[in-house]
């Protein structure tokens, strides 16, 4: 039913940038939150940023500063602006949504496919 659709990934070099997207589509009441987590081989996958409904911000201590959550609530779309990339920020990025499906359900958690970022030199 909701389905989160990621794009904007790929290979960049160290200090260039990236936008990430992730749209979601099907039926639901509201989106309570929204984010990113990602995950290097063998590592677990830890939280990036989050966007609540309130447009309150949180991010990750090492990319504070560089990254920039936002979203687009006429489109569903959320975005992950990416500047001033680093190797260690190699990883899959997946993009989350907390929706809550009718006004007396609770909130589930969906994930997007996962997209690959790899940061180079």
């Known amino acids: 039913q909701v389905q989160l659709v990621q794009s904007g990934g790929g290979l960049v070099q160290a200090g260039g940038s990236l936008r990430l997207s992730c749209v979601l589509s099907?039926?639901?009441?509201?989106?309570?939150?929204m984010g990113w987590y990602r995950q290097a081989p063998g590592k677990q996958r830890d939280m990036v940023a989050n966007?609540?409904?309130?447009?309150?911000?949180n991010y990750v201590d090492s990319v504070k500063d560089r990254f920039a959550i936002s979203r687009d609530n006429a489109k569903n779309t959320m975005y992950l602006q990416m500047n001033s990339l680093k190797s260690e920020d190699t990883a899959v990025y997946y993009c989350?949504?907390?929706?809550?499906?009718?006004?007396?359900?609770?909130?589930?958690?969906?994930w997007g496919q996962g997209t690959q970022v790899t940061v180079s030199s």
């Open positions: 099907g039926s639901f009441f509201r989106i309570n939150a």
């Open positions: 989350y949504a907390n929706v809550q499906k009718s006004e007396l359900s609770y909130s589930i958690k969906y």
């Open positions: 966007i609540n409904t309130g447009g309150s911000t």
